[in-house]
């Protein structure tokens, strides 16, 4: 079923400032560039709900979006681009940090890979720090429309193998394509019923 409604609510820098922890919220967080924002337009069936990102890394805040009155879904800063000091990282691990540790109600945490790019150490380093403070999280591939069936798979088992380093059996994974909507319903059937339990 698409989503009926989707209303952006509130940006900021500060997790005290996010809304009341009311309703079961979804994060979804990669590398600068993985497709985030598309992938969120792609969920709410929406063109430009989140903005597609013409300045990778630049936005450094949190922002909140309410879906059908009944979850929030979360879209967090891009992580890992270049370009940015020391500093700049630093404040950025504060912020992600000081969400992570200040929502009761995040339900899953949405990591996006781009499917295009063998995986990276940031992104697995990310993931493993999400596991270690017992954050469920699920790992979402992007852009995999760019991909042949053969090379998405070949791909899949690089990330199986890596995954299955540090854990006995791989994160549940999402295929998508905000190009072909691929994926669209999976994430949003995962999400329905966590909201319900
Ligand atoms: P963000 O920085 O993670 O929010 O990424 P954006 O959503 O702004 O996308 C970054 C770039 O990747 C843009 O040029 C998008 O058009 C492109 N992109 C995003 N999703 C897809 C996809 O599913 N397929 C393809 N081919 N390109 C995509």
């Not at 922890?21 to 993985?34: C, H, L």
């Not at 380093?125 to 596991?131: K, R």
């Amino acid at each position: 079923m698409p989503v009926k409604q989707a209303e952006f609510i509130v940006s900021n820098s500060d997790p005290a400032l996010c809304p009341a922890p009311d309703r079961p919220e979804y994060a979804f967080i990669g590398r600068s560039n993985v497709g985030k924002s598309s992938l969120i337009n792609m969920l709410t069936g929406r063109h430009s709900l989140a903005k597609i990102s013409g300045k990778p890394g630049k936005t450094q805040l949190i922002n909140h979006f309410i879906i059908d009155n009944e979850w929030y879904l979360v879209d967090l800063p891009g992580y890992g681009y270049a370009q940015v000091s020391k500093s700049e990282r630093e404040k950025f691990a504060g912020l992600i940090n000081g969400y992570l540790t200040s929502r009761p109600n995040l339900l899953c945490i949405f990591v996006l890979v781009d499917s295009r790019i063998p995986p990276q150490k940031l992104d697995l380093d990310f993931m493993i720090n999400l596991g270690d403070r017992g954050l469920p999280f699920v790992i979402v591939f992007t852009k995999t429309e760019k991909l042949g069936v053969t090379k998405l798979q070949a791909m899949l088992e690089t990330y199986r193998a890596r995954l299955l380093e540090t854990w006995e059996e791989v994160p549940q994974w999402f295929i998508t394509s905000a190009v072909t909507a691929t994926g669209r319903e999976e994430i949003l059937d995962f999400i329905r019923p966590l909201n319900d339990e």
